[in-house]
C-alpha cells in the first residue's frame, strides 16, 4: 500500500491509535495488565493489521469497475414519471425519480447521450447539453414535487414562471448522469405559486443551480 493511501485508511488509523508513542512503562503495564497483553508485542501487531488492510485493497483492486458501482435506485420509474407530468417526446427530460419526500423535494436524474435530439445543432464538433434544456428538466424535477396531492397542483394547470439567481458551472456533455435536486422552499397554496431551489450535479460537481417560481392549481 502506498504511503499516503495508508494515511487515508481506516486500518492505519488504527494502528496508530493503537500503538505506544513512547517507551511501555513496566509500573504502568502493572496496572492495566489487559493493555500489557494487547501490546506484548505491538510490532507484531502491527504488521498483521497491515497485512490484513493490504488484503482488503487488493480484492476491493480485483473487483472488476462495472461491478463496483450500484445503480441508482428507482423511487419512481418513466413510467410512472409519465402519468405524473404532461411532456412528451423530445421534451421529456427526465428518466428516473431516484429520491422524493411528499411536500418537500424530489431528485431525479436524466442520462445524457449522444442521441439526444439537440446534440446535432449545438454543438456539431463539441456535444454539449444546452443550458436552457438544463433549466427545464429541472423544472420538470420541481413538477414532480408540485403535482401531488400534498401540494395540490393540478396537470392541466401548470407553467414554469420564472427563474432567478441561474449559474452554469461546468458544461455538461455526451455521456454524462445529469443529477438533479429540486427543493420546496416556500408555498402559497392559495394562490398556487411555489418557490423551489434547484441544483445540478454530475457526479459531485455542481454543474447548475438557481431559484425557480412556479404556478399550479386546479381550474
Same mark, same amino acid.
Given at each position: ?12 488509523a ?6 505506544p ?17 494487547? %501490546? ?8 498483521r %493489521? ?14 472488476p ?34 429520491d ?28 454539449? +447539453?444546452p443550458?436552457? %434544456?438544463?433549466?427545464e428538466?429541472m ?38 448522469? %445529469?443529477?438533479?435536486r +429540486? ?30 417560481? +412556479?404556478?399550479?392549481?386546479s381550474?
Amino acid at each position: 500500500m502506498e504511503p499516503a493511501a495508508m494515511a487515508r485508511s481506516p486500518c492505519y488509523a488504527i494502528s496508530q491509535a493503537s500503538l505506544p508513542s513512547t517507551p511501555l512503562v513496566p509500573g504502568r503495564l502493572a496496572i492495566r495488565p489487559r493493555r500489557r497483553l494487547a %501490546l506484548s508485542n505491538p510490532a507484531a501487531a502491527a504488521r498483521r %493489521l497491515v497485512a490484513r488492510c493490504t488484503a482488503g485493497d487488493k480484492t476491493e483492486a480485483e473487483t472488476p469497475i462495472e461491478k463496483r458501482f450500484p445503480p441508482f435506485p428507482a423511487v419512481m420509474d418513466i413510467n410512472q414519471i409519465r402519468d405524473i407530468l404532461p411532456h412528451r417526446f423530445p421534451f421529456l427530460l427526465i428518466d428516473k425519480v431516484i429520491d422524493y419526500k411528499p411536500g418537500e423535494y424530489a431528485v431525479a436524474i436524466k442520462n445524457v447521450t449522444i442521441n439526444d435530439n439537440f446534440f446535432p445543432g449545438h454543438f456539431p464538433e463539441r456535444p454539449i +447539453m444546452p443550458g436552457v %434544456l438544463m433549466v427545464e428538466a429541472m423544472a420538470q424535477v420541481g413538477g414532480i414535487v408540485m403535482l401531488q396531492p400534498e401540494v395540490g397542483g393540478s396537470r392541466e394547470n401548470f407553467f414554469f414562471a420564472g427563474i432567478d439567481k441561474v449559474r452554469f458551472r461546468k458544461p455538461v456533455i455526451a455521456g454524462d448522469t %445529469l443529477i438533479m435536486r +429540486m427543493t420546496l422552499i416556500k408555498l402559497q397554496k392559495r394562490f398556487g405559486i411555489a418557490k423551489m431551489e434547484g441544483k445540478a450535479y454530475v457526479g459531485a460537481d455542481l454543474v447548475c443551480e438557481g431559484e425557480f417560481l +412556479m404556478a399550479t392549481g386546479s381550474e
